[in-house]
T-cell receptor, first 113, second 111 residues
Framework: RKEVEQDPGPFNVPEGATVAFNCTYSNSASQSFFWYRQDCRKEPKLLMSVYSSGNEDGRFTAQLNRASQYISLLIRDSKLSDSATYLCVVTTFMNSGYSTLTFGKGTMLLVSP | AAGVIQSPRHLIKEKRETATLKCYPIPRHDTVYWYQQGPGQDPQFLISFYEKMQSDKGSIPDRFSAQQFSDYHSELNMSSLELGDSALYFC??????????FGPGTRLTVL
């Protein structure tokens, strides 16, 4: 079982729609959680951190449920420029004491006019 | 703002050749990570360095090695290249755990 799982999509939505992505992680010891955005053939870019209390950044809202090991991202009022792959990322501490990121395979979002 | 710099951006090699990829992290970032992303795949963690010391090792093949130098730049050395090594190689740097800032990547094609 992959450590971080996401629905690959694609999610096809019209402009202005609200869309939600989910992600589950298997390692209960995971410490930090993030959503990254990756455009085709470009590098991943940090979108936002995810906290248990939930956090919002403009049209984007992220939520973490530690008990269910579940992370979500909600995008309101979708724009054409939101079309990208959204990567769920989990930080896990290694035996060395340092941490590494584990990526989900990503969920593709396509916003159409 | 300064970003992570990677060179070269594109590299074409033949099987069994060697390749060296370079990464220049954002100034004052103390951790460098290397990732490999195959076509249609998520980035796979290869190796990381904290303050010039190797901190963690992921799925890096034995044919690959990496190091971080005194000026904090890092190099990924790849030998005996195989067709399956063709991928995008990202370097990322960080000052906060988890908040990786990625470079534009090096696209390696092995023929």
């Amino acid at each position: 079982r992959k450590e971080v799982e996401q629905d690959p999509g694609p999610f096809n939505v019209p402009e202005g729609a609200t869309v939600a992505f989910n992600c589950t992680y298997s390692n209960s010891a995971s410490q930090s959680f993030f959503w990254y955005r990756q455009d085709c053939r470009k590098e991943p870019k940090l979108l936002m951190s995810v906290y248990s209390s939930g956090n919002e950044d403009g049209r984007f809202t992220a939520q973490l449920n530690r008990a269910s090991q579940y992370i979500s991202l909600l995008i309101r009022d979708s724009k054409l420029s939101d079309s990208a792959t959204y990567l769920c990322v989990v930080t896990t501490f290694m035996n060395s004491g340092y941490s590494t990121l584990t990526f989900g395979k990503g969920t593709m979002l396509l916003v159409s006019p | 703002a300064a970003g992570v710099i990677q060179s070269p951006r594109h590299l074409i090699k033949e099987k069994r050749e060697t390749a060296t990829l370079k990464c220049y992290p954002i100034p004052r970032h103390d951790t460098v990570y290397w990732y490999q992303q195959g076509p249609g795949q998520d980035p796979q963690f290869l190796i990381s360095f904290y303050e010039k010391m190797q901190s963690d090792k992921g799925s890096i093949p034995d044919r690959f090695s990496a190091q971080q130098f005194s000026d904090y730049h890092s190099e990924l050395n790849m030998s005996s290249l195989e067709l399956g090594d063709s991928a995008l190689y990202f370097c990322a740097s960080s000052r906060d755990r988890g908040k990786n800032f990625f470079g534009p990547g090096t696209r390696l094609t092995v023929l």
